[in-house]
Nanobody, 122 residues
Framework: QVQLVESGGGLVQPGGSLRLSCVAS??????????MSWYRRAPGKERELVARITSADDSTNYADSVKDRFTISRDNAKNTAYLQMNSLKLEDTAVYYC?????????????WGQGTQVTVSS
């Protein structure tokens, strides 16, 4: 059974940093058949993709709003994906979710974590 557990959220001042973690279990984190993503949902807004990393080649993609501020990475030894968030802005306030898309037998399956709250406030 695939499980994703996020942590690292909290309250931070504008310009500050946080690192979110997503610990994965139930699949081979060192394999090349999945994509890990971070999404967020701000109050009153639709959920949006923040960043994604592909296990096959560690290629990454970012939303324009977070480019050059956020970095997604993964650590096979710890079965963990990270989202390093720097230069945080008020508009980064949201619940952040980790998602795993797994390719198994030519089909894709997706799994979500429970979310972690990030609040940027002075």
């Amino acid at each position: 059974q695939v499980q994703l557990v996020e942590s690292g959220g909290g309250l931070v001042q504008p310009g500050g940093s946080l690192r979110l973690s997503c610990v994965a279990s139930g699949f081979d984190f060192s394999s090349s058949n999945y994509v890990m993503s971070w999404y967020r949902r701000a109050p009153g807004k639709e959920r949006e993709l923040v960043a994604r990393i592909t296990s096959a080649d560690d290629s990454t993609n970012y939303a324009d709003s977070v480019k050059d501020r956020f970095t997604i990475s993964r650590d096979n030894a710890k079965n963990t994906a990270y989202l390093q968030m720097n230069s945080l802005k008020l508009e980064d306030t949201a619940v952040y979710y980790c998602k795993a898309d797994l390719r198994l037998f030519f089909r894709w399956y997706n799994y979500w974590g429970q979310g972690t709250q990030v609040t940027v406030s002075s």
